[in-house]
């Protein structure tokens, strides 16, 4: 499986921004994905996560009701719609799934810059 990240870019505090990753390869394979971020001088941490179907998701405590985690099967395609966004949101952001062996995929990450 590959993932690629994009929708990255330089946006203003209160903006919003899309994120979004392709998958390729065994995407019949893919079971649960998620986004995760890592900010400057900061660990890499969980932002969202969302089941197979779509129909569960998770946030961080800091991102609840701004951002919103999406997928579409159908296309091979997830998203993170993000709004009224913080100087402390900035980070690279990496796609991640797992499929159903257990089997974890890492795209090389897209960089968001929320300036204030």
């Known amino acids: 499986v590959q993932l690629v990240e994009s929708g990255g870019g330089l946006v203003q505090a209160g903006g919003s921004l899309r994120l979004s990753c392709a998958a390729s390869?065994?995407?019949?394979?893919?079971?649960?994905m998620g986004w995760y971020r890592r900010a400057p001088g900061k660990q890499r941490e969980l932002v969202a996560g969302?089941?197979?179907?779509?129909?569960?998701?998770d946030y961080a405590d800091s991102v609840k009701g701004r951002f919103t985690i999406s997928r579409d099967n159908a296309k091979n395609a997830m998203f993170l719609q993000m709004s009224s966004l913080k100087p402390e949101d900035t980070a690279v952001y990496y796609c991640?799934?797992?499929?159903?062996?257990?089997?974890?995929?890492w795209g090389k990450g897209t960089l968001v810059t929320v300036s204030s």
């Open positions: 991640n799934a797992r499929d159903y062996d257990g089997m974890i995929y």
């Open positions: 390869g065994r995407t019949y394979s893919i079971n649960v």
């Open positions: 969302i089941s197979s179907g779509g129909g569960g998701t």
